[in-house]
């Protein structure tokens, strides 16, 4: 008489919405934080992508939130290559089994939307525009963060050739922001105020692979 076929245990079910390594990342993101945080950086997020079995890991650090400046190339290749240790030293392995991956280690760059209230600190003293739920929209100057909102100096309007003006600053809470985002700047250096220099270190978006 053969023994009875044991079932499967059941698998978590993923929620509608839900991206489709919720897990996965939750658990790398555990997993890796202590050796971003060793290097004195922030780590911003985790996504897992998949191209058939093979998976890509996309790490993004950053610097805290009261330091100016981009995360180094230098420092972008000694942390990919201390989290890809991590990745391949733990006894789960990185997908709990022996897929290939690749493992994508990046600053976060201009582009990077202002969400969370440490954005809104790393982009002070640069061009922003900010997306207001009710009013007009504003781009300005990005002058002082506090625990509630964002203190902005308005460039008002001026035409072609002409040195833009400045509005009065305007304090907008975060409960009345629908969306931020920094502005490339093409001013002349002449045209930038001197407030804002030590806010304009390089901070363009570095990247390492390591597999």
């Known amino acids: 008489m053969s023994e009875p076929v044991q079932p499967e245990p059941a698998r978590p079910s993923r929620q509608a919405g839900e991206p489709p390594f919720a897990a ?19 780590l911003e997020g ?10 890509t890991v996309h790490v993004v650090v ?6 100016t400046g981009g995360v180094g190339l230098d420092v972008i290749a000694e942390i990919s290559r201390e989290l890809s240790d991590a990745l391949d030293g733990s006894s789960a392995g990185t997908f709990g089994d022996n897929r290939p991956y690749d493992l994508e280690v990046s600053s976060p760059g201009v582009a ?3 969400t969370e209230p440490r954005h809104w600190h790393r982009a002070k003293g640069r061009l922003v525009k900010v997306n207001v739920i009710q009013g007009e929209n504003i781009t300005g100057r990005l002058t002082h963060v506090a625990d509630d909102g964002v203190t902005v100096v308005p460039s008002l309007p001026a035409a072609k050739g002409v040195k833009p003006k400045q509005g009065e600053p305007v304090t907008l809470p975060f409960s009345g922001i629908r969306s931020g985002r920094v502005e490339v700047e093409f001013a002349r250096l002449d045209e930038i105020p001197e407030t804002a220099f030590e806010t304009f270190e390089s901070d363009t978006d570095t990247d390492a692979e390591e597999a």
Request: hydrophobic share 40%; net charge negative.
């Open 46 to 55: 985790i996504t897992i992508k998949a191209a058939g079995a093979h998976r």
């Open 112 to 114: 990077r939307p202002l």
């Open 24 to 42: 996965e990342e939750a658990r790398l993101h555990a997993m890796l934080e202590p050796t971003v945080q060793a290097h004195r950086l922030y």
């Open 62 to 67: 950053d610097l805290p939130q009261e330091e």
